[in-house]
């Protein structure tokens, strides 16, 4: 074959079957615009968005563009957009099929991505055959998306209310229990304040007996106080400490029982679009031209290999 193209010039060659090549490159042409026609392949429309991340909550020690995009890609969120848009039956899928959310996911995928800019934004496109369709399904995902991470945000919280809701009560059942035996101490023994009490008391009993009234009645109730002190006062004091101490508790947990059921209650964003998706109105792909050169260039390429193998076999 080197020997022939040596005495032969492959300008030659091609000069004989120009017209063979020729009608290759045509055919191949036009059967590549025919088959690029919306009939065979239906034209699809691109709608994109950037992303950033707001008011994102820490749930790991990846960034917040990361966290988005784990979430933003979860398929949760998948799901949503399948029901909402009912995306079994716009891509024509089998439904009857056994691998047919295998499929729907794949045909998602193919038709939706999600990407980490420069920036540390988040980019979606979206490809669908429906521009309407492509840019409502990127307000969608992103609609998605917040609530996902609401429902993530409000569930850690959740717990957390819980737990100070189990920790009020027990510390309002404390309370009581020590606010009783304090109204105990009040009504049978008489005793208020232990240390203003004991000192008052032991002032007014050296008066009475300075003043020859030891074996008065004053005297008498005084010493009865005395001795309810000395059996009940310290207890009391220890009572009135661990009172004090439980409604200090009480009140912080219920500050901060308030501030996570805030956390609970509150409805906020957690993307914010920089660049807001919207319909295009003209076709992504198929890009026709690209097709047609390509089609020909390898039909020539196609035609050349022959045409050596031809000749060869000729020779």
């Known amino acids: 074959m080197e020997n022939y193209f040596n005495n032969k010039s492959i300008f030659q060659v091609l000069g004989k079957w120009k017209i063979h090549l020729a009608a290759l490159v045509l055919i191949s042409m036009v059967l590549s615009t025919v088959f690029t026609l919306p009939t065979f392949i239906p034209p699809k429309y691109k709608s994109w968005a950037i992303l950033y991340p707001v008011n994102l909550p820490t749930f790991s020690e990846e960034s917040n563009t990361e966290q988005m995009l784990q979430i933003i890609e979860s398929m949760d969120v998948k799901k949503k957009v399948f029901e909402k848009f009912n995306l079994g039956l716009h891509y024509k899928l089998d439904t009857t099929d056994k691998y047919y959310f295998t499929n729907l996911n794949k045909e998602f995928d193919a038709n939706v991505s999600f990407s980490k800019t420069e920036f540390e934004a988040v980019e979606i496109e979206v490809f669908d055959t429906?521009?309407?369709?492509?840019?409502?399904?990127?307000?969608?995902?992103?609609?998605?998306?917040?609530?996902?991470?609401?429902?993530?945000?409000?569930?850690?919280?959740?717990?957390?209310?819980?737990?100070?809701?189990?920790?009020?009560?027990?510390?309002?059942?404390?309370?009581?229990?020590?606010?009783?035996?304090?109204?105990?101490?009040?009504?049978e023994f008489g005793i208020f304040d232990f240390g203003t009490q004991s000192k008052e008391s032991t002032r007014r009993y050296i008066k009475l007996i300075s003043e020859g009234k030891g074996?008065?009645?004053?005297?008498?109730?005084?010493?009865?106080?005395?001795?309810?002190?000395?059996?009940?006062?310290?207890?009391?004091?220890?009572?009135?400490?661990?009172?004090?101490?439980?409604?200090?508790?009480?009140?912080?947990?219920?500050?901060?029982?308030?501030?996570?059921?805030?956390?609970?209650?509150?409805?906020?964003t957690y993307a914010q679009i920089v660049t807001k998706p919207f319909p295009a109105d003209k076709k992504s792909s198929p890009i026709r031209w690209i097709i047609v050169l390509f089609s020909a260039m390898g039909a020539f390429l196609t035609g050349i290999i022959a045409i050596i193998v031809i000749e060869s076999k000729k020779r």
Do not use: C
């Open 130 to 187: 429906d521009p309407k369709i492509a840019s409502e399904m990127i307000f969608s995902i992103v609609d998605f998306y917040n609530e996902k991470v609401r429902r993530m945000h409000r569930d850690k919280h959740e717990e957390v209310v819980a737990l100070k809701k189990l920790l009020l009560d027990k510390l309002v059942k404390e309370i009581d229990s020590l606010e009783s035996i304090k109204r105990t101490h009040q009504s």
């Open 215 to 268: 074996s008065s009645n004053s005297a008498a109730e005084l010493l009865q106080i005395i001795e309810n002190l000395k059996k009940k006062g310290i207890e009391n004091d220890e009572v009135g400490s661990l009172l004090w101490s439980a409604r200090n508790v009480y009140n912080n947990t219920k500050l901060e029982y308030e501030n996570e059921i805030i956390e609970v209650e509150k409805v906020i």
